[in-house]
């Protein structure tokens, strides 16, 4: 009883280790297997969970293709030039394609980007009404990326940037 009490606990809200706020993230029904770990800043759990909930609803999987990236981090084949105060590298911001349909379908940036089947349709939507942002709908389009705009206070930014350097080395 008690390690299943303990499972749900790491499964909902996530492991960190010592003061480096970066942790694991994990959510039962919203990941399609395969997909790679997802890395976020704790204070990004809420949004993660509201994108998940959005997935469960919508009776779609995400398949992870990025969360967290250390700076140094090489990003290989980007779909868009990543940018200077990037929510990745704070822990705000995953890249995903979504797996949908019976068929277990991938919808990967074209899909996403173009004309959109009903259950993908159904989680972008939700996403952006749960004020989160689409990467679809940035100024240079970049549809497999969700972010909740922590960037746009640079101040912020740059301090959590510098904590996660200084703490999760």
Not at 48 to 53: E, H, K, L, T, Y
Not at 55 to 75: E, F, G, M, Q
Not at 82 to 109: E, F, R, W
Not at 110 to 137: E, F, H, M, S, Y
């Amino acid at each position: 009883m008690f390690a299943s009490v303990l499972l749900l606990c790491l499964v909902s809200f996530g492991v960190s280790y010592g003061s480096c706020p970066i942790e694991s993230y994990s959510s039962t029904g919203c990941f399609a297997s395969g997909s790679a770990l997802v890395n976020i800043d704790r204070s990004f759990r809420s949004s993660m969970n509201s994108i998940c909930a959005a997935a469960i609803s919508c009776r779609v999987k995400l398949y992870i293709t990025d969360s967290y990236r250390r700076p140094d981090s090489p990003v290989l084949n980007p779909i868009v030039q990543p940018a200077q105060l990037s929510n990745h590298k704070i822990g705000h911001a995953i890249d995903m394609n979504v797996v949908y349909g019976t068929s277990n379908t991938l919808c990967n940036s074209r899909c996403l980007g173009g004309t959109q089947p009903a259950a993908v349709k159904c989680l972008i939507d939700a996403v952006k009404t749960a004020r989160r942002r689409w990467g679809g709908n940035f100024a240079i389009t970049d549809a497999v990326h969700i972010d909740d705009g922590y960037n746009l206070n640079v101040t912020a930014y740059r301090s959590l940037y510098a904590k996660i350097q200084r703490d999760c080395a």
